[in-house]
C-alpha cells in the first residue's frame, strides 16, 4: 500500500497520535495532552473522514493534521491509518490507549452507546442509521465499516472483541522494532501520567494519575450540541433534558467559582487549562444551553463574559499576563477570543 505525504512539507512536524480505540480513554488523553500544551484536533471534524479511512484514501486525513499537534480516535486509532501517519510524519509518537480486557472495552461501549442513543437498551441497527450525530447515520457506518457488524447484529459480541484484540495486537507487532515510537498506557493505572510524560520526555507538573473524563459527561456534551444543531431534539426525551439541563448547571456553577477564584482583584490575565474541571468544549455548551432558556439580562451578560473568558484558559503554567504568541507571531488568546465571540453572536 501506498501511503502519500502531506501537501505542505514545508512545515511538516513530528505529532503525537492516540491510535488506541474509542472507549479506551481517549478524550483523557485528550485533555492531558492539551493541558500539556500540545494542540489539539478538531474531533468532529476529524470524524467525518471515516468514509475516507474506508477506501484507504489516507491524503485527506494526512493533511488534516496540520491543523493541530495531537490527535486521537476516529479515523487516527483505526487499522491501516498509523501506518500511513508514520510514514508522513517522521520521528512521530503514537500512543495506545488500552483497557484492562476486551471484556472491559466492550462493556464500555456498548454502555456509552446505551446512553448515547437514549432508549434505554442496547441501539439497533435502526437506533444507529437515524441517529443524527456529525450526520445521520455516522454511528451506523463506523460500526459497519470499521467493525463490519451486520444489521440483524450491530453489537456482536466476538466479531467486536476479536476486532479490539487484533488492532491491539497488530499496533504492538507494527511498532515492535521501532525503538521508542510506541507507549502502550492503561488510564486505570496509578502512575499513566508519569509514563506518559516520560514518553513524550516533559515535565509532569500534574498528578501521577491521569484525568478522568466520565463517559456520561461525553454524552451529555453531544446531546447538547445535538441540540442546538437539531432543535427539539433533547426535548424529544424529558428525562434526558432534565439530565442535561442539570449537568450544564453543575458545570457552570463549577466554572463560575473559579473564575472568581482566579479573575478576582490581582488574577492573572492568563490562566493553565490545567485548573478548568472540565474540558472547554464542555463548558461552552453548557453555557450556551444555559443562555439559550434564560430571560434574565443580567445573567445573560454574565455568561456570555464567562463564555469568553474561557479564551483565557491556555494549556501549561503561563507566567505572562500580555498573552501567548503561536510560531507566526499571533496572539493565540486574541484569536480564540475572537472565536467565542462570533459563536456567541451566532448562537444568538
Known amino acids: 500500500m501506498n501511503f502519500p505525504r502531506p501537501s505542505n512539507t514545508v512545515h511538516c512536524r513530528p505529532k503525537v497520535f492516540g491510535v488506541g480505540f474509542t472507549k479506551t480513554g481517549t478524550s483523557s488523553l485528550a485533555l492531558a495532552l492539551e493541558q500539556a500544551g500540545f494542540r489539539i484536533h478538531d474531533p468532529r471534524a476529524a470524524a467525518h473522514f471515516v468514509k475516507n479511512w474506508a477506501r484507504r484514501d489516507f491524503q485527506p486525513i494526512i493533511d488534516f493534521c496540520e491543523t493541530a499537534d495531537a490527535f486521537e480516535d476516529v479515523p487516527f486509532s483505526l487499522p491501516f491509518t498509523y501506518q500511513a ?69 450491530p453489537y456482536d459480541i466476538d466479531r467486536l472483541k476479536d476486532y479490539y484484540n487484533n488492532h491491539n495486537r497488530q499496533v504492538r507487532e507494527y511498532f515492535n522494532h521501532q525503538g521508542d515510537k510506541l507507549l502502550v498506557l492503561n488510564n486505570a493505572e496509578a502512575s499513566a501520567r508519569d509514563k506518559l510524560c516520560e514518553f513524550l520526555e516533559i515535565e509532569n507538573k500534574w498528578s501521577p494519575e491521569m484525568p478522568n473524563i466520565d463517559s456520561k459527561a461525553i454524552s451529555h456534551e453531544i446531546k447538547m450540541h445535538l441540540g442546538q444543531q437539531h432543535p427539539g431534539f433533547v426535548t424529544k426525551d424529558y428525562k434526558h433534558a432534565q439530565i442535561d439541563l442539570e449537568n450544564a448547571v453543575a458545570v457552570v456553577q463549577s466554572y463560575s467559582k473559579l473564575l472568581k477564584k482566579e479573575k478576582g482583584a490581582g488574577g492573572r490575565e492568563i490562566l493553565d487549562l490545567g485548573k478548568l474541571s472540565h474540558p472547554k468544549p464542555v463548558i461552552k455548551q453548557s453555557l450556551l444551553t444555559l443562555l439559550k432558556i434564560s430571560v434574565d439580562p443580567t445573567e445573560k451578560k454574565v455568561w456570555s463574559d464567562a463564555f469568553v473568558l474561557l479564551a483565557d484558559f491556555q494549556p501549561g503554567d503561563v507566567e505572562t499576563t500580555g498573552g501567548t504568541v503561536d510560531a507566526s507571531g499571533k496572539d493565540i488568546v486574541d484569536l480564540e477570543r475572537r472565536s467565542l465571540i462570533e459563536e456567541l453572536e451566532q448562537a444568538e
Open 85 to 153: 501517519l508514520d510514514f508522513a510524519y517522521p520521528g512521530s509518537k503514537f500512543i495506545l490507549t488500552t483497557r484492562t480486557s476486551a471484556d472491559e472495552w466492550y462493556e464500555s461501549l456498548t454502555r456509552f452507546h446505551t446512553d448515547l442513543i437514549g432508549k434505554g437498551r442496547l441501539p439497533t441497527a435502526l437506533d444507529l442509521q437515524t441517529f443524527p450525530f456529525l450526520y445521520e447515520g455516522y454511528t451506523w457506518d463506523v460500526q459497519s465499516l470499521v467493525f463490519g457488524v451486520e444489521e440483524h447484529s
